[in-house]
């Protein structure tokens, strides 16, 4: 059924950025609202979307940023668990991801 989609997928990435931009952020900003009927969402996409402009711009590579936001939580988790199961606090004294202070 994919198969079916190759060609109008095609024809539409085919077109010029200034028409393919205007049809994108009005679909980005219907599904950022559409999620919890919030616009709150809604500044939170145009804010990282800001963001994520600037950094292209700029010239900062994208690796580092994807994994940082995939492998980020995860760190916290692991440090989180370290501050809580450990006599010596790996966090210095102070645990930032349970905002304890423990000595």
């Keep these: 059924m994919a198969i ?9 990435f085919s077109l010029p950025r200034t028409l393919l931009i205007p049809l994108i952020i009005p679909i ?6 559409a999620v ?6 809604v500044y939170i996409m145009l804010a990282a979307g800001l963001v994520g402009y600037l950094l292209h711009r700029y ?4 690796a580092p940023m994807v994994l940082a936001v995939i492998l980020g ?7 989180a668990g370290r501050c809580m199961y450990s006599r010596i606090n790996p966090c210095g004294g102070f645990c930032p991801t349970t905002g304890s202070a423990r000595f």
């Design 4 to 12: 079916v989609l190759v060609k109008p997928c095609v024809k539409l």
């Design 28 to 33: 980005c900003v219907i599904g950022a609202y």
């Design 36 to 41: 919890n009927l919030n616009y709150f969402d």
């Design 59 to 62: 010239g900062f590579p994208l």
């Design 73 to 79: 939580p995860r760190r916290t988790r692991t440090c």
